[in-house]
């Protein structure tokens, strides 16, 4: 068995990969770490330009687009390892980023996921939108992160260098323990893409596993490279996804209210996105709401064979306000601004 496993999955990223992939390999193949391209059915010359260019990478070919939570499922089926690192193919890595991460979970045997501190690759100085500084979410299920809030992305100034536990790692750059994995049944395929680390995450938690950022291990990703962040499928996805993550979750007592009260205020985001954005954007909203629906019978089975859904409203990891609220209403646009109880 492999110690450490850095697995990329792809799709159509053969400019990525020319960029990114020979800094994986040039920072992280050692004896006891693998790189594998796990390709989810590519239509341009991914795979013929890593096995020509990069021949001491492991290509596994899927067949074809399974999204980020099936295309991973399938591809660690096929890998022995102890450790997987899932990291983007838009994401550059600097010396030592993976060793880093796999020797903080050595040394803390109950951590069942890990991230870096994410920058922006576009601006370095910056943490990036998908991840930043390690993941949590509001009493409403909206997730946020140390250093982004909606829109506002600070630069980074050591402020949060410390290691800490987290809500949810970035599924751009995220180190996972495979017995963790395996133990909680790896991601939830019905997500496709967005959002399921954080379902990954929040199961992890309830199986008694936590969820840390490491900062000193930094990378740094461009984003939005396969869905663009304001493109309806991105829409689509995040409302929909966010919905069926807290039916499966949530604690009975917060079920009902909290799924009522998002509707309520999808409502709303979708006329702003009417206004905003135009009918696609809008009808993204109306249709994630309209899957939601018909995934209803599965999220009950879900719930019936998972005993004791809910780890929430821990204090240093969720926070027991309202974001919209504290961001749009009060101004608090920081993470340290923000009040937790």
């Known amino acids: 068995m492999t110690k450490t496993a850095v697995v990329i999955l792809n799709w159509n990223g053969r400019s990525f990969l020319e960029q990114f992939l020979p ?86 045997p109950n951590v069942g996921a890990c991230q870096p501190k994410i920058r922006s690759y576009s601006n370095t100085g910056s943490f990036e939108y998908a991840g930043a500084a390690g993941g949590y979410i509001d009493r409403l299920g909206y997730p946020f992160c140390r250093g982004r809030i909606f829109e506002t992305i600070e630069d980074d100034h050591g402020q949060y260098n410390d290691t800490r536990e987290i809500f949810w790692a970035s599924g751009s750059c995220i180190a996972v323990r495979g017995a963790a994995f395996d133990q909680c049944d790896g991601f939830d395929e019905s997500f496709f893409v967005h959002m399921e680390e954080i379902d990954l995450c929040w199961r992890m938690q309830n199986a008694g596993y936590t969820v ?17 962040y304001g493109s309806p499928a991105k829409i689509y996805y ?37 206004v905003r954005e135009g009918r696609p954007a809008a009808a993204a909203v109306v249709r994630a709401h309209r899957d939601f629906r018909r995934q209803q019978s599965a999220i009950k089975t879900f719930r019936t064979l998972t005993p004791n859904p809910g780890i929430f409203h821990t204090p240093h990891t969720v926070m027991n306000k309202y974001l919209l609220f504290e961001y749009y209403i009060r101004g608090r646009k920081k993470f340290p601004e923000l009040k937790w109880t």
Not at 254 to 269: E, K, N, P, S, Y
Request: charged share 20%.
């Open 23 to 108: 800094e994986v390999v040039k920072h992280t193949l050692a004896p006891e770490t693998e790189v594998i391209v796990a390709d989810n059915g590519s239509e341009d010359d991914s795979v013929e330009w890593v096995t020509t260019n990069q021949p001491e990478v492991r290509v596994i070919s899927l067949g074809s687009n399974h999204g980020y939570a099936g295309g991973y499922n399938r591809a660690l089926k096929q890998i022995e390892a102890e450790f997987y690192i899932l990291l983007n193919s838009d994401v550059l890595v600097e010396a030592g980023w993976a060793e880093k991460l796999i020797t903080f979970m050595v040394m803390h």
């Open 212 to 228: 840390c950022y490491f900062p000193h291990s930094v990378v740094y990703h461009v984003g939005g490279g396969t869905l663009g």
């Open 238 to 274: 995040n409302f929909r996804n966010s919905l069926i993550m807290l039916a499966k979750n949530l604690p009975a007592k917060h079920l009902h209210r909290t799924i009522l009260a998002r509707q309520l205020l999808d409502g709303l985001a979708w006329l702003m996105l009417l």
